[in-house]
C-alpha cells in the first residue's frame, strides 16, 4: 500500500510542477515591474488554478498520509538499529556498555586485515561491511 501511494504521489509531483509551469505570468516577480502585481485585485479563478489548488491538497494529503505509515513502521524501532541490521539489545547482555547504556563495542572499527592472525602479510583492501 505504501508503494502505491508513494507512486500516486510522485505522480502528482509532477503533474503539479507541470500545473504550475504551464500557469501565466503575473508580470514582474512580487510586484515589482508596475501593474499592481501582488496588489492589484484578485483575479478570476481559472481552471489551470484550480486544478493547481487540487494538486496541491492531493500532495499534501499523500504526504500526510507516507508520514504516517513510516511513523507506524518504525514505532519502536532506532535508526541505528535499522542501519546495522542488528535488534536491539537486550538489558542483560554481556557487552561492554557505557554509562548511557550505548554498546560501546558496536561503535569501535572492525579490526583491519593487518592485525589479525590469519593473513599478516594480506594488503590492507577497504571494504563495505
Do not use: C, Y
Not at 17 to 42: D, H, K
Not at 81 to 88: E, V
Not at 92 to 109: F, N, V, Y
Request: no cysteine; glycine share 14%; aromatic share 2%.
Amino acid at each position: 500500500m505504501q508503494n502505491v501511494i508513494l507512486i500516486v504521489h510522485l505522480l502528482l509531483a509532477l503533474a503539479l510542477i507541470g500545473a504550475v509551469l504551464l500557469q501565466r505570468s503575473e508580470g514582474g516577480g512580487l510586484g515589482m515591474g508596475g501593474g499592481g502585481g501582488a496588489m492589484s485585485q484578485r483575479a478570476a479563478a481559472t481552471a489551470l488554478g484550480k486544478v493547481t489548488w487540487g494538486l496541491a491538497i492531493a500532495f499534501i494529503a499523500t504526504s500526510l498520509t507516507l508520514t504516517v505509515l513510516a511513523a507506524q513502521d518504525a514505532s519502536g524501532v532506532s535508526v541505528m538499529d535499522r542501519l546495522s541490521g542488528d535488534a536491539p539489545a537486550a538489558e542483560g547482555d554481556a557487552g561492554s556498555t557505557g554509562t548511557d547504556g550505548i554498546d560501546t563495542d558496536a561503535l569501535l572499527p572492525p579490526p583491519s586485515m593487518q592485525d589479525s592472525d590469519t593473513a599478516p602479510d594480506a594488503p590492507l583492501v577497504p571494504r563495505a561491511d
